[in-house]
């Protein structure tokens, strides 16, 4: 899972391999999710989203997995390719008041692909 | 599409100085977010604007700290008078409309260095 502070967690996996990063995510009223992939030099990128009604989505290579239960959501990318070294990143919203489009982030998880 | 687009890159500057950093949103969309992101507290949203209105500032953090939105094409984030703690990568992200679907689309950054 993420955590605060100056070490992300990192995941270090194999060309080939399937990866799953993990996410607490804090408000249980926040109805939208997303992760976001952001490589080094660059600003964050949508790989994914999930409302809060659903607990599975799938995407080319990637699936998200929501645990309402328990706060956690979790990406797991198939067949992880060099080109998916980057951190990822989870992040909550809800519909309350003004706060429409107000992402709260999670700090990251570094993903390493060896080749 | 050229996306988000920021300016500059990489900004130093000496404690004191004025600085503006300035971000053109992609074209037809009507929010545009800033945020600023550090090792130590990850991506952390300064304010936002909804057709070109401020619709949340509550994470400036100083007084020293100010947005601006004269035009839908453009937005401008400035600090005066700057101060080493000030020191970040500050991204602009926008989107299509503000309501709570719709994912976020960001630049590539201004990394800022404040000596």
């Known amino acids: 899972g993420e955590s605060v502070g100056l070490h992300l967690p990192t995941l270090s996996v194999q060309e080939g391999d399937n990866s799953i990063i993990n996410c607490a995510y804090s408000?249980?009223?926040?109805?939208?999710f997303i992760w976001y992939k952001q490589e080094s030099g660059k600003g964050p990128q949508f790989i994914i989203d999930i409302r809060s009604n659903m607990d599975k989505r799938q995407g080319q290579r990637v699936t998200v997995l929501l645990n309402k239960t328990v706060k956690h959501l979790s990406l797991q990318i198939a067949a992880t390719q060099p080109g998916d070294s980057a951190v990822y990143f989870c992040?909550?919203?809800?519909?309350?008041?003004?706060?429409?489009?107000?992402?709260?982030f999670g700090q990251g998880t570094i993903l390493t692909v060896h080749p | 599409d050229a996306g988000v687009i920021q300016s500059p890159r990489h900004e130093v500057t000496e404690m004191g100085q004025e600085v503006t950093l300035r971000c053109k949103p992609i074209?037809?969309?009507?929010?545009l977010f800033w945020y600023r992101q550090t090792m130590m507290r990850g991506l952390e949203l300064l304010i936002y604007?909804?057709?070109?209105?401020?619709?949340?500032d509550s994470g400036m953090p100083e007084d020293r700290f100010s947005a601006k939105m004269p035009n839908a094409s453009f937005s401008t984030l400035k600090i005066q008078p700057s101060e080493p703690r000030d020191s970040a990568v500050y991204f602009c992200a926008s989107s299509p409309d503000l309501s709570l679907n719709e994912k976020l689309f960001f630049g590539s950054g201004t990394q800022l260095s404040v000596l």
């Open positions: 992040a909550e919203n809800f519909a309350g008041g003004t706060s429409y489009g107000k992402l709260t």
């Open positions: 408000n249980s009223a926040s109805d939208y």
């Open positions: 604007f909804n057709n070109n209105v401020p619709i949340d």
């Open positions: 074209s037809g969309h009507n929010s």
